[in-house]
Structure formats: structure tokens, C-alpha cells
């Protein structure tokens, strides 16, 4: 058969793209708790391995590791409602503490500009009717919105469960995709995504906790104000890759803001957040994750904001995993071995312009993605 030509072949690539784009967009309601119970299965498959080993009944090794989780995320939950409903009793304090931070944003805007106090509350008040009205829109929504985070959650347990029970057809019916000859590549890709998945789940599930526990610990031990709520929710955000941390950073002057009349506790949870940010990122969470899949921050960032217009917060938990398994994928497929390189963090050591050897397929030499210029 006649090799199609390097112009059609790239056509249909980018139109696969827009179709398995269009696709996710449509059905992103019954995709994504299947991926998300994908990735957690691979995450239990060690466990349900050992239960098996111990010759206890197959349907009992998939269901405890299930109860597992979700003894786990009811824990992080009642945690979660615990903080907020301290942060309820302190209402009063807050509501006072926002009206002086309010007054003292007044006069120094009275300073710096023509506005007059009436002036500004005249504007405050038209924008918050704008807001009600706005809010009057969301609220209808919001019953579609929470059953839906409920079928989710009702759905993934069976999607969990079918996944472990039929994963022996599910990894059949992916070797009859490929040509016998590419076999060997085909289970090496499956080992190496499935030890990706679990290093880098295991690794989010044990950043969660040590960010909670550093960033809360020492708030709480400075007499920060609501410093767990802070420490949890900073952790949690923390997962979204970039955008995470700047919501978290966010919130946290939040919070400390309405807590405090002073700007002096701020200053102290953004120097802390700082501090534990750079050992997270340059100590514990390179040797916890010790993933050996490298995305550079491009497609990082493009990924969470593709993720987040998708399937919203879910599909920018999500992105990370996708990227880093749809990179063991390209760089064994000789076909699509560009985008593998497009999605790595490799940089080539010499400027492929003035090196035809950097614009090959082939090995090449290549240095850490950080730009040194």
C-alpha cells in the first residue's frame, strides 16, 4: 500500500485531535469519573494483588481497597466541614474585620484619587446588585451542578470495581490493537504507565498530607488564625499544577484578611507558604513522585486549562496523569514520536536550526528543561 503523504498524514492527526477533543467536551459527564476510576485502580491494583495472593475471594480484594478510599476521603471531608465550621462561628469577628479592612481601603483610594467615600459606595452598591442578580443565576443552577457531583461520586466505586474485575479483558482487548510483532513495546508501555500512575497518585496523596501538616503546623505554632483550613485547602489547590498555588496563595491572604485588622499576619502566611512551596518543589516531592516522565511547564499549563474548560475541576486534577500516560504512549509509537517530544521536559543541547542531527527522531543529546540563558 502507497504511504500516504506527509501533509495528509499530519491532517489527520490534528483532525483525530479535534475529534477526540470534541468528544471529551460532549461526553466529559460519563468520561471523566471513568478515567478518575481508571487512575484509581491502577493506584489499588498492589493492593488487590496482595489480597489475591492471600487467597481471599476475588470479589472481597476488589471491594476492601474501595472502602479503603473511600474511608479516606470521608476522613479528608469531616476534616474539611470541622475547619469550615469554625471558620461559621467566627462570622461576627470577620464581618467587623472585613468592614475595618473596607474603611482603611476607602480612605487610601479617597488618597490617591478623585473618588469620594459616596462616590465608591454608590459604586459598591451597583456592582452588589449586579452580583445578586448573577448570583440568582448560579443558584439555579446549582441543584444540576450538585447532583451531578453525586452521580460522580455514586458511579465511581461500580467503575472501580468493573475495571479490577475485568481488567484481564480490558488488557486483551488492548494487545488485539497492535500488531503481534509490537507486543513487547505494547507491555513495557503498560508496565511503565501503570508505574507512573501509582508513583505519581501515592506521591499527590502524601503531598496532601505534609503540606497540611507543615503549612498548618507552623501557622498554627505563629497564631495564625484558621491555620489548618488554610494548610488544607492550600494542599489540596496545591495538586492543580501552577494554577493551584496562586488559588491557594489567594485564599490564604483571605482568610488571614479576615481574621485580622493587621497586614503584619499576611506578610507571615505568604512568607511561610514561600518557604514551604520551595522545599516541596525542590526536596520532598522530586523524591516522593521519582516519576522518570518529565513534562515541561507549557504543556503543563495548557493541559490544566484545556483540563479545567473540559471537565472542569476534575479535568484539572486530571490533566497531569492524562499528559504524563499520553507520553509513554508517543515515545514508543514511531508514528506520533513528535508529540512525545512536544509534551517532555528534554531540551536539546544544540540548536536544531544549525544541527540537522537535533531534527531527527532519534536519540539525541539533551540537557534539563530549564532555560539557562
Not at 47 to 52: D, G, P
Request: glycine content about 8%; overall charge positive.
Amino acid at each position: 500500500m502507497k504511504e500516504l503523504p506527509l501533509t495528509v498524514k499530519r491532517s489527520l492527526e490534528l483532525l483525530g485531535l479535534l475529534l477526540v477533543g470534541t468528544v471529551m467536551v460532549i461526553g466529559s459527564d460519563i468520561i471523566m469519573p471513568v478515567i478518575m476510576a481508571f487512575f484509581i485502580s491502577i493506584m489499588l491494583l498492589p493492593i488487590y494483588r496482595w489480597l489475591r495472593k492471600i487467597k481471599l475471594p476475588e470479589a472481597v480484594a476488589i471491594v476492601l481497597p474501595i472502602l479503603i478510599v473511600f474511608i479516606f476521603v470521608g476522613l479528608i471531608v469531616w476534616f474539611f466541614s470541622a475547619q469550615v465550621g469554625s471558620l461559621v462561628k467566627d462570622f461576627p469577628q470577620i464581618k467587623a474585620n472585613v468592614s475595618k479592612h473596607l474603611q482603611a481601603l476607602s480612605s487610601w483610594v479617597s488618597k490617591v484619587s478623585h473618588y469620594s467615600t459616596k462616590e465608591q459606595l454608590d459604586f459598591i452598591n451597583k456592582k452588589s446588585n449586579d452580583l445578586l442578580a448573577m448570583a440568582g443565576g448560579m443558584a439555579s443552577g446549582a441543584a444540576v451542578t450538585l447532583s451531578s457531583v453525586f452521580v460522580f461520586v455514586g458511579l465511581l466505586p461500580i467503575y472501580i470495581y468493573l475495571i479490577l474485575f475485568y481488567k484481564d479483558i480490558l488488557l486483551r482487548f488492548t494487545f488485539m490493537w497492535f500488531k503481534t510483532d509490537d507486543h513487547p513495546k505494547v507491555k513495557d508501555a503498560i508496565y511503565e504507565t501503570e508505574t507512573i500512575i501509582k508513583s505519581y497518585l501515592v506521591g499527590l496523596l502524601i503531598q496532601v498530607t505534609y503540606m497540611t501538616v507543615l503549612l498548618g503546623g507552623i501557622l498554627l505554632l505563629l497564631g495564625i488564625k484558621h491555620a489548618l483550613l488554610i494548610g488544607v485547602i492550600f494542599a489540596i489547590l496545591n495538586l492543580i499544577p501552577y494554577v493551584g498555588a496562586l488559588l491557594g496563595n489567594i485564599i490564604g491572604v483571605m482568610l488571614t484578611l479576615t481574621a485580622s485588622t493587621t497586614l503584619g499576619p499576611v506578610v507571615t502566611v505568604l512568607a511561610v507558604i514561600a518557604g514551604v512551596q520551595f522545599l516541596d518543589n525542590n526536596i520532598l516531592m522530586p523524591r516522593i513522585v521519582g516519576s522518570k516522565v518529565k513534562i515541561n511547564a507549557l504543556m503543563s499549563i495548557l493541559g490544566v486549562i484545556v483540563g479545567g474548560s473540559i471537565a472542569g475541576v476534575s479535568g484539572m486534577f486530571l490533566s497531569m496523569p492524562i499528559i504524563a500516560v499520553l507520553k509513554v504512549i508517543f515515545d514508543r509509537t514511531e508514528m506520533f514520536k513528535q508529540w512525545g517530544v512536544l509534551f517532555g521536559d528534554e531540551r536539546p543541547t544544540k540548536s536544531p536550526m544549525k544541527f540537522p542531527s537535533f531534527r531527527r527522531k532519534g536519540s539525541v543529546e539533551t540537557t534539563a528543561g530549564v532555560d539557562k540563558g
